[in-house]
């Protein structure tokens, strides 16, 4: 399936004094009728509840507006905190931004980070 | 003749698979991969000697009835086994992946997102790639169902649920905030690959086969397996009506308290 959608890549803020100031920034495109968003996670290192938080609320504007939200670049202590807090099975989460893009216009499943989904089929060979 | 043993998935070429079997010059070739038989045969008919020939499965020495020594094909490109649910689960891993020759039915909505004809999805639903929903299902509000997980058809997600790293086969309800993660639910059956174990869940409200799928039971047997059970109705009704009954109550002995 491919599709010509314009998608929008911020680079998502790395710490708690930012977040206010990236939601403003993000409001416009939040606001267009099917906003397709990548956050890139490449320079966090870290994810506190405020920058759940406000994931959530920016997917949930998202959705609401019949657009995505997906991640990329998530470092593996980001990804800990996505899974402890089970905000990850919300996401498509892809190693790069290539990826992330590109799985707007066309499905491809190996581009998915597959950290749950290797160690599950894994889990089911033995 | 191909002649195939209900049972395990293969894909092969046939042009292949006949091309080794008339240079062979065998009349059954039997296909194999590296962990044994298949149970799938290609049979020269006008080769085959006796009836009793051909219906005498080759042994697993590649042996023919006759005593003679078969030659396996071993070109299969995919083969899954199917003997139990990690085999299933494995093989709709391998479908959302590319792995095999299977591809879902219905619609890709959106990439990764397939949509079967006469679904109900709430638009509060969040469906993140890859997941296929099957023909006549139900999502009800706020469901998430997420990562390579299939929900067959005329199966129903109650309110708020999960289903994650899991597949639904035909037929079952999923009641309302549950969290079903790597997991194959079938009716009331529910196999848990984290944990390795197989529960079968009486509880209506949680997990339950669809009153369609017991339509189809012969009600003798119905009846058979189902000797205590007087009246139809589900158990979600009856929790919903106690519940119901209960609100009343208070409501009447407000006063009173």
Known sequence: MTT?????????????????RFLHELEPYLEHDRPFLVFDFGEVTYIDSAGVDLLLSCMEAAIKNNGDLKLASVSSSVQVMLEMTR??????????????????HSFSARAIRQIESLAAYKQLKH | MLLAQLGAYVEFTIADALQFHNNSGQSITPLHDANG????????????????????TPRPEHESAAGTCLVPYLGARYV???TDAQDLRRLVLDAFMGRCAIKPQGSEVR???????????????RLVAPVYVGHHSTIER?????RFSNLERHCRVGEGSVVSHTSVLPHTLIGKGLDISSAMVNGSNLVDFRRNLTLDICDRTLIAQSAFRAWRVPTHRRRQEEPDRKHP???????????????????AFKGEA
């Not at chain 1, 010509?4 to 206010?20: A, L």
């Not at chain 2, 038989?37 to 005498?56: N, Q």
């Not at chain 2, 706020?142 to 997420?146: D, G, Y």
């Open chain 1, 4 to 20: 010509g959608k314009s998608v929008i890549v911020k680079q998502f803020p790395c710490g708690f004094n930012d977040y206010e």
């Open chain 1, 87 to 104: 905000v990850d099975r919300l996401f498509e989460i892809f190693d790069n931004c290539t990826d992330a893009i590109e799985s707007f």
């Open chain 2, 37 to 56: 038989a298949l149970a799938y045969w290609i049979v020269d008919s006008a080769r085959v000697g006796s009836t009793a020939e051909l219906l005498s």
């Open chain 2, 80 to 82: 899954n086994r199917l």
């Open chain 2, 111 to 125: 990439p990764g997102i397939w949509i079967d004809k006469g679904v109900h999805l709430h638009k509060t639903a």
């Open chain 2, 142 to 146: 706020s469901v998430l169902l997420t």
């Open chain 2, 233 to 251: 109705q589900t158990d979600v009704e009856y929790s919903q009506y106690l519940a119901r009954a209960a609100g009343r109550l208070l409501e």
